[in-house]
T-cell receptor, first 115, second 114 residues
Framework: GAGVSQSPSNKVTEKGKDVELRCDPI?????LYWYRQRLGQGLEFLIY????????KSGLPSDRFSAERTGESVSTLTIQRTQQEDSAVYLC?????????????FGEGSRLTVL | AQTVTQSQPEMSVQEAETVTLSCTYD???????LFWYKQPPSRQMILVIR??????QNATENRFSVNFQKAAKSFSLKISDSQLGDTAMYFC???????????FGTGTSLTVIP
């Protein structure tokens, strides 16, 4: 696609439910990132995928969070047993190579509201 | 620890005037890259300008320029001839050559007043 696509754009769920957020990166981009942005806050790193290498999961806040990516295509971020503190915008970004050699291209984010 | 500090949560500027957004960072690394990203109300972050730490010359992109002071670990963004479309959140960020993470500040909300 022309840009990074994320879905859903907005998601309202009840506490305790599981949610899946999807990211479709720019075709050919090997690196993919997930970030969390709470209201009025900066971006919090969650997870990084680079090609077929093992992902860097160091930013995932708890074992309720997981993410998958098949090859260099779509990624899914799953949050199990959602809590109100999970309410945030979840941003996905991709880049052509490793992060520090090129800019990140961001999607518009998925706004998650946990009631 | 790698940190980014943006001490100005909100700023405003008159259209056509110049405004400077401040950013300081902390890292023990010597090789890194610095960025300013813009996030308009549509939420999509876009790159404004990039600076390699090994370059002494300040980066410039049209109306946007930076003042990079490596010793002081300061990386401010100057917007000249401000336009209404510049209204957005601006995030300072950096990444080091040896890692995967991208460290972001908390952002500065800039409003351009007509």
């Amino acid at each position: 696609g022309a840009g990074v696509s994320q879905s859903p754009s907005n998601k309202v769920t009840e506490k305790g439910k599981d949610v899946e957020l999807r990211c479709d990166p720019i075709s050919g981009h090997t690196a993919l990132y997930w970030y969390r942005q709470r209201l009025g806050q900066g971006l919090e790193f969650l997870i990084y995928f680079q090609g077929n290498s093992a992902p860097d999961k160091s930013g995932l806040p708890s074992d309720r969070f997981s993410a998958e990516r098949t090859g260099e295509s779509v990624s899914t971020l799953t949050i199990q047993r959602t809590q109100q503190e999970d309410s945030a915008v979840y941003l996905c970004a991709s880049s052509l190579q490793g992060l520090n050699t090129g800019e990140l291209f961001f999607g518009e984010g998925s706004r998650l509201t946990v009631l | 620890a790698q940190t980014v500090t943006q001490s100005q949560p909100e700023m405003s500027v008159q259209e056509a005037e110049t405004v400077t957004l401040s950013c300081t960072y902390d890292t023990s690394e010597n090789n890194y890259y610095l960025f300013w990203y813009k996030q308009p109300p549509s939420r999509q972050m876009i790159l404004v300008i990039r600076q390699e730490a090994y370059k002494q010359q300040n980066a410039t992109e049209n109306r946007f320029s930076v003042n990079f002071q490596k010793a002081a670990k300061s990386f401010s963004l100057k917007i000249s001839d401000s336009q209404l479309g510049d209204t957005a959140m601006y995030f300072c960020a950096f990444t080091v050559n040896t890692g995967n993470q991208f460290y972001f500040g908390t952002g500065t909300s800039l409003t351009v007043i007509p």
